[in-house]
Every structure is written in C-alpha cells, then in structure tokens.
T-cell receptor
Framework: KNEVEQSPQNLTAQEGEFITINCSYS?????LHWLQQHPGGGIVSLFM???GKKKHGRLIATINIQEKHSSLHITASHPRDSAVYIC?????????????FGKGTKLSVKP | NAGVTQTPKFQVLKTGQSMTLQCAQD?????MYWYRQDPGMGLRLIYYSASEGTTDKGEVPNGYNVSRLNKREFSLRLESAAPSQTSVYFC????????????FGPGTRLTVT
C-alpha cells in the first residue's frame, strides 16, 4: 500500500463545477503539500499546510490530522485548471523533511 | 529571478554513456533536491542536499551521484546510463528542508536507448 494515496486518479468536469480531490496518508507528517503539474510538465507548489484550511483564489485546501486526510477543492472550475494535482506528505519520521508523493490526479475541465 | 533552472531540457543517451544534469537556483536556498518522475508513479527522491557541503541519499539513489558545487548549484551525474534511468528529472530547492515549500525546475526529459 502506498503511503500517500490520491483519489480519483482521473477527473473530468464541466466548466463551473466544484471539484474535490482527496489525499490520504499513512505516515506521520509535519506538513502536507499540494502541487500542480501543468500539461507542459512544470510543477508549482499550491499549498503547504499542517492544520485547518488555506485558501488562495478559487483553490481551498483542508487537512484533518486525526483522520490523516486532506482535500483540495476548486470552485468555479475553468479549463485553465486542467492539470495534474499532486499531494505530498512531508515525513515527520526517520527521513525528516523528505516529501512522499502521491501518484497525482489528472483533472480535465471541459468548456 | 529565474528561480530554479535545469539543463539540458532533453537528452538521449546510449546505454553505458555518462552525463551530468545541471541545476541552479538564484533564491539563496539552503536545500536542494533531485527527483525522478516515471509514468504511473509519484515523484521519487534520488538525492538531496540539506545545505551547502552536504549530500544524502533519497529513496532511489542507485546509479546516480551528486555534487553540491556551491550554494547555487546541485548536479546529478549518471556514470553509466541504463534504460531503467529513462525518466523525467526534476531539481527543486527550498529555504530549508523542514519548514518551507519546494520550488521546482522545468525538468529534464532523459531517454536511454
């Protein structure tokens, strides 16, 4: 079993829909990262959070430490949101500071 | 600021050839990382450098060596390339390993035939 699991693997939405991507982890973490990988391949960090909720524009990330679960929400989705979204857990244990990555969720938003 | 830069963007090697992937950052970050990304798998850490003068193995270090040349530059060397090293390689940096997000370079697509 992977230490960081994302669901769904693929997601197709219509423009304007509310989108949720889920991330579950089994390791002790000091922080949880959400990243966006553009179709051209570039990777951008969206959020780093260790508790509660963070918001940036139409993106919202939440984390529940007790349940070892995080969600990334996109409100009023747009075709430019089409990308792969990657969850990564920052390891608290032996290799402190290293990131353990999920396999990513490929989002396609249709106009 | 250019952020994190990587060269080359693309490379094709024959089995057994050697090459060095270059990475540089202009954000005065202490920590730097090399990852590989393969289809159907998450990014995996090859090596990292917590600070200038130190390097440590990550999850998949076999077949690779690294050099932290100075605070700005962190290179990844393949001494004898193998087809299993066909991948997309990303360099990243962060102010430190613990508290901050990582900034990624554009990636190098390497094919070993």
């Amino acid at each position: 079993k992977n230490e960081v699991e994302q669901s769904p693997q693929n997601l197709t939405a219509q423009e304007g829909e509310f989108i949720t991507i889920n991330c579950s982890y089994s390791v002790g973490i000091s922080a949880l990262h959400w990243l966006q990988q553009h179709p051209g391949g570039g990777i951008v960090s969206l959020f780093m959070l260790s508790s509660g909720k963070k918001k940036h524009g139409r993106l919202i990330a939440t984390i529940n430490i007790q349940e070892k679960h995080s969600s990334l929400h996109i409100t009023a989705s747009h075709p430019r949101d089409s990308a792969v979204y990657i969850c990564a857990a920052k390891n608290y244990g032996g290799s402190q500071g290293n990131l353990i990555f999920g396999k990513g969720t490929k989002l396609s938003v249709k106009p | 600021n250019a952020g994190v830069t990587q060269t080359p963007k693309f490379q094709v090697l024959k089995t057994g050839q050697s090459m060095t992937l270059q990475c540089a950052q202009d954000m005065n970050h202490n920590s730097m990382y090399w990852y590989r990304q393969d289809p159907g798998m998450g990014l995996r850490l090859i090596y990292y450098s917590a600070s200038e003068g130190t390097t440590d193995k990550g999850e998949v270090p076999n077949g690779y060596n690294v050099s932290r040349l100075n605070k700005r530059e962190f290179s990844l060397r393949l001494e004898s390339a193998a087809p299993s090293q066909t991948s997309v390689y990303f360099c990243a940096s962060s102010p430190d390993r613990i508290s901050y997000e990582q900034y990624f370079g554009p990636g190098t697509r390497l094919t070993v035939t």
